[in-house]
């Protein structure tokens, strides 16, 4: 090794000591189980549904459960206590009125069932890490009854006071509630969501806010991630689409409520302009809703969502016009309405629109803005770049965020790589150069980064702010990757036909070992067991569909976690969990209310499938980061050779 680079990490282990303690500290964090993943896909909003999943952490919290009582305590009881694990500071209040004749004996109980099952939580862990892990009010009680043995009758008797002290200085509450909290945290190591944060329901803001503050995360950047992330960065085109969607799930919390966007100026301008106009087109999804709207708010919504989608097909165009290189031309419909007999020219066939009023359309310009659609653009413009929490949020996502990840033997991103129908990867032409494969995954995740930190010093910031509309909707995007988006036809066509979205060759060639193989070697994933996950396409498991393809190498987990989903898959989502064992897909039914859930202790259920069971363990040393930690031991025992050669020649 390097004299100069053994001098370099000398200055941080300068003596022999120093060395020989951090060699024995990092070899038994190497023989420790690997700690435990959880991926999630396509949560789209649905944040009381991905709260409860993270608590329940899809279940690992009941089978810690079961693995440290078995048969010492009922279902029953078991099932009460994962219900005050999830939400101890509401099953308390219940609990505390239906215990109250032996409220102290059920907590004495109930604290050291809690600290039972910290100690089963934590055994993955060093101590430096659950330290670490633990809530400052409670730190150094925690961490005595955790690593204090009962056994021995002294240390029983030192046990059994620190739980008769919290009990009678009325601090029994607050402990159960960090307790909980704290095996919510050890339960899972790591979280891994694979894209599609946002869009459909409406608590996309709260998914992020609680994001915020969750330890150890990586997220996968999906197509509505984007679309948000664009408008955040400033692109109106994606801005238009994000309120566009929102308008059509009748979902106004996010904006409004969650990041203050007025809307004021579209619904002023929508009523204008669309008074007499049924809208039938643009009717809103109101099963779905959070809020019961009158027939006055259906009709405004209706209105504000006919004219967005209207500006949002101009400010395409021009979009569309200074890329030719993107071969988006067919997106381009206005200019190719018949106004007379209200049809419209697509593929040389004409078709008659279900609503053929487009008032604030000149024939002789159609993609013009007029002045009071520029005015709109401008004040919600203007508010979206104004919103600090949505600023916050895009941070996080591109601190915490990639296109794609590989992470112990398994390859992540939300959608698709592009693909030829020979199964080879396809040549894509970004800002004037071709890449293909993982090369053009890194140039895809550079873009996004130019356009949204931002980076306005560098020549290609408006090309990169162009992409990320491009990225939503681009035959060629990683993140959609269909021959079109068909938007206007969906709207205004009847014919099925015309709504077609034809999937690119990724979707077909996942399906082949050989193909996964390639890919994966592509990203340099390595192991005996690898995988592919993805999100994206929902799983239709009333068709018959499996998430599970190409013999295991490739899993899909996005279930249909959004409402909106649940008649078309069948069921309420997928998720993920690797632990040291095994690797399991959870298939969860329907969430039916955080309320349901804290009052009568409906979890959601969900049925567990194994996916693969190693022969023996998983260790950390097994993992990327235990091999970044071997490489330490290897770089330091150099160290302690060039030590003792010093030290001998002196």
């Known amino acids: 090794m390097d004299k100069r680079y053994l001098d370099l990490l000398g200055r941080q282990f300068p003596t022999i000591e120093a060395a020989s303690t951090e060699i024995i500290n990092l070899e038994a964090i190497l023989n420790l189980p690997k700690g435990t993943e959880h991926f999630l896909s396509d949560v789209h909003g649905e944040y009381e549904a991905f709260d409860h999943v993270l608590r329940n952490a899809s279940g690992a919290v009941a089978r810690k459960i079961n693995e440290e009582f078995g048969t010492e305590l009922r279902e029953k009881e078991k099932h009460d206590l994962c219900t005050l694990i999830y939400y101890p500071s509401e099953r308390l209040e219940i609990i505390k009125r239906e215990e109250k004749e032996s409220i102290n004996e059920w907590y004495m109980v109930t604290l050291m069932r809690l600290v039972r099952i ?67 945290r050890l339960v899972i190591d790591r979280l891994h969501l694979v894209g599609d944060v946002y869009d459909r329901g409406p608590g996309a ?23 948000w992330m664009g408008a955040a960065a400033g692109n109106d085109a994606c801005m238009c689409n994000v309120i566009r969607i929102s308008l059509r799930y009748a979902n106004l919390t996010t904006l409004e409520d969650g990041y203050g ?18 809208c039938l087109p643009y009717m809103p999804k109101l099963k779905y809703a959070d809020i019961n709207y009158d027939e006055a708010n259906v009709r405004l919504i209706s209105q504000m969502h006919k004219a967005i989608a209207i500006i949002q097909w101009k400010l395409e165009h021009d979009i569309i016009v200074r890329h030719p290189e993107w071969n988006m031309e067919n997106r381009d419909l206005l200019h190719r309405l018949n106004r007379q007999d209200g049809t419209v020219e697509i593929g040389g066939n004409w078709y008659k629109m279900k609503d053929p009023d487009f008032p604030t359309v000149d024939p002789n310009d159609p993609y013009a803005l007029t002045d009071e659609e520029r005015d709109v653009v401008e004040k919600l413009h203007n508010s979206f770049a104004g919103s ?33 129908e020979d199964g080879k990867f396809k040549e894509v032409e970004l800002l004037g150069r071709k890449y293909s494969g993982r090369a053009f995954c890194d140039e895809v995740d550079r873009l996004v980064r130019v356009a949204c930190l931002p980076c306005k010093d560098l020549p290609e910031y408006k090309e990169s702010i162009d992409y990320m509309w491009y990225w939503w909707c681009g035959a060629d995007s990683p993140s959609f990757d269909k021959h079109q988006m068909a938007t206007f036809e969906r709207y205004l066509l009847d014919e099925k036909e015309t709504h077609t979205e034809r999937k690119g060759f990724y979707y077909k060639h996942r399906e082949h070992d050989k193909y996964c193989d390639y890919i994966l070697d592509e990203f340099g994933v390595i192991g005996e067991h690898r995988h592919i996950i993805n999100g994206h396409v929902p799983v239709k498991t009333t068709k018959g569909e499996s998430p599970i393809r190409a013999n295991g190498k490739v899993l899909v987990i996005d279930g249909g976690f959004s409402r909106a989903y649940h008649s078309e ?25 955080r309320q349901k859930a804290i009052e009568e202790g409906c979890d959601l259920q969900g049925t567990h499938f194994v996916v693969e069971t190693d022969s023996k363990r998983t260790y950390v040393r097994d993992t990327d980061n235990g ?24």
């Not at 925690?142 to 200085?169: P, R, W």
């Not at 803001?205 to 991630?225: E, F, P, S, T, V």
């Not at 989502?573 to 040291?580: A, E, M, R």
């Not at 897909?585 to 969430?591: A, I, K, T, Y």
């Open 388 to 420: 600090a929490k949505l600023a916050q949020h895009l941070r996080l996502m591109l601190d915490k965020g990639s296109l794609y990840l590989v992470c112990n033997g398994n390859l992540l991103f939300h959608a698709s790589i592009p693909m030829t």
């Open 205 to 227: 803001h709260l998914i992020m806010d609680k994001l915020m503050n969750y330890r150890d995360i990586d997220i996968q950047w999906g197509n509505h991630d984007v679309l």
């Open 261 to 278: 966007i007025n809307m004021i100026p579209l619904a002023t301008f929508a009523q204008s302009h669309y008074q007499n106009d049924t």
């Open 627 to 650: 091999r970044k930690l071997q490489n330490q031991v290897d770089e330091l025992k150099e160290l302690l050779k060039y030590y003792k050669l010093k030290y001998s020649q002196q």
């Open 118 to 184: 910290c100690k089963a939580c934590s055994s993955k862990y060093t101590r430096s890490k659950v330290r670490k892990a633990l809530p400052v009010a409670f730190s150094y009680i925690i961490e005595e009854l955790m690593y204090e043995s009962g056994d021995d009758e002294h240390k029983h008797a030192y046990v059994t006071a620190i739980f008769h002290s919290i009990i009678d200085n009325g601090r029994s509450d607050a402990f159960i509630i960090e307790m909980s909290l704290l095996i919510q």
């Open 569 to 593: 898959t069948g069921i309420a989502g997928y998720t993920l969990i690797s632990n040291s064992h095994t690797m399991q897909l959870v298939q969860h039914e329907p969430f039916e209310s």
